[in-house]
């Protein structure tokens, strides 16, 4: 349940309510301190509790709008976080913002389907082959097996990289579309 947003396309200049204005009936500075209507929020809390869907199956939060089309990069993710960003992606604000231009309430579920990739530490392959140069100088044998070093007897962990995958995008969607149609239903029933 989206109660706030990050628009940074809006922030660099990129604002889609930008442009002539279309109409003088329509605000020409938009407030947006109550884009996210909460009598609508809390018909979704309340639908969430009737079927009883659990606290981690529906969350608030700040939704960051990017433009895209790529996934984040983790300098991005880290950025996004510390921002105050706790979902990211690549619409639904300049709808929020149309929608707000002509006056309506909005409320905005955002179905998450896979994580920013934010590793602790970066890999560093400086490290890595400092390493590997080192052994082999010494007489030593180097092998590779699913991420693993074997020197000497001795395991060296070099960190999994994860990668964002479209398709693990797409499946979680699928997988989440039936609970998610069920609460739209049962928010449209409130109403």
């Given at each position: 349940m989206?109660q706030?947003?990050?628009?940074?396309?809006?922030?660099t200049?990129?604002?889609p309510?930008?442009?002539?204005?279309v109409?003088?009936?329509l605000?020409?500075?938009l407030p947006?301190s109550?884009a996210?209507?909460?009598e609508?929020?809390?018909?979704?809390?309340l639908?969430?509790?009737k079927l009883?869907?659990?606290d981690s199956?529906?969350?608030?939060g700040t939704y960051?709008?990017v433009s895209g089309?790529?996934?984040?990069?983790p300098a991005?993710?880290?950025f996004?976080?510390?921002a105050?960003?706790?979902?990211?992606?690549?619409?639904?604000?300049?709808e929020?913002?149309?929608?707000r231009?002509?006056g309506l309430?909005?409320?905005?579920?955002?179905?998450?389907?896979?994580?920013?990739?934010i590793p602790e530490?970066?890999?560093?392959i400086k490290?890595?082959?400092?390493?590997?140069?080192r052994?082999?100088s010494?007489g030593g044998?180097?092998c590779i097996y699913?991420?693993?070093?074997?020197l000497?007897?001795?395991k060296?962990e070099l960190?999994?990289?994860?990668?964002?995958s479209?398709?693990?995008?797409?499946?979680i969607g699928k997988?989440?579309?039936g609970?998610?149609?069920?609460?739209?239903?049962?928010?449209v029933?409130?109403?």
């Amino acid at each position: 349940m989206i109660q706030d947003h990050l628009a940074l396309p809006n922030l660099t200049g990129m604002n889609p309510l930008l442009g002539p204005q279309v109409s003088l009936d329509l605000p020409r500075f938009l407030p947006l301190s109550d884009a996210y209507s909460p009598e609508l929020r809390r018909l979704v809390f309340l639908a969430a509790n009737k079927l009883q869907l659990g606290d981690s199956e529906l969350a608030e939060g700040t939704y960051a709008w990017v433009s895209g089309p790529t996934y984040e990069t983790p300098a991005e993710g880290r950025f996004l976080r510390k921002a105050g960003a706790d979902v990211v992606g690549m619409s639904t604000v300049p709808e929020v913002l149309a929608a707000r231009e002509e006056g309506l309430n909005v409320m905005v579920l955002s179905l998450v389907t896979n994580f920013v990739v934010i590793p602790e530490t970066y890999r560093s392959i400086k490290e890595e082959v400092k390493a590997e140069v080192r052994i082999m100088s010494n007489g030593g044998c180097l092998c590779i097996y699913m991420l693993v070093y074997q020197l000497q007897g001795k395991k060296v962990e070099l960190p999994i990289e994860q990668v964002v995958s479209h398709d693990e995008v797409l499946a979680i969607g699928k997988e989440k579309a039936g609970v998610l149609m069920k609460l739209v239903a049962n928010v449209v029933d409130g109403l």
